[in-house]
């Protein structure tokens, strides 16, 4: 059982988890970020798109 502890304690101590837990934060931020610059730009097209289809004639 002690030896469980010590594995515990160095697990705890070790650099590696909380790297890999930024990363993973990081690419959460940033993944975020890109699907609302996405939404935007979106919208946007969408809004440019129906301003010309009013300008285009229907040919009728």
């Given at each position: 059982?002690?030896?469980f502890w010590r594995r515990?304690?160095?697990?705890?101590?070790s650099e590696e988890g909380p790297t890999a837990t930024?990363?993973?934060v990081m690419l959460a931020v940033i993944s975020m970020g890109v699907i609302v610059?996405?939404?935007?730009?979106?919208?946007?097209v969408n809004?440019?798109?129906?301003?010309?289809a009013g300008t285009?004639?229907?040919g009728s």
């Amino acid at each position: 059982m002690n030896a469980f502890w010590r594995r515990l304690a160095l697990l705890l101590k070790s650099e590696e988890g909380p790297t890999a837990t930024e990363y993973a934060v990081m690419l959460a931020v940033i993944s975020m970020g890109v699907i609302v610059a996405m939404v935007s730009f979106g919208q946007h097209v969408n809004n440019i798109y129906l301003s010309l289809a009013g300008t285009v004639p229907t040919g009728s």
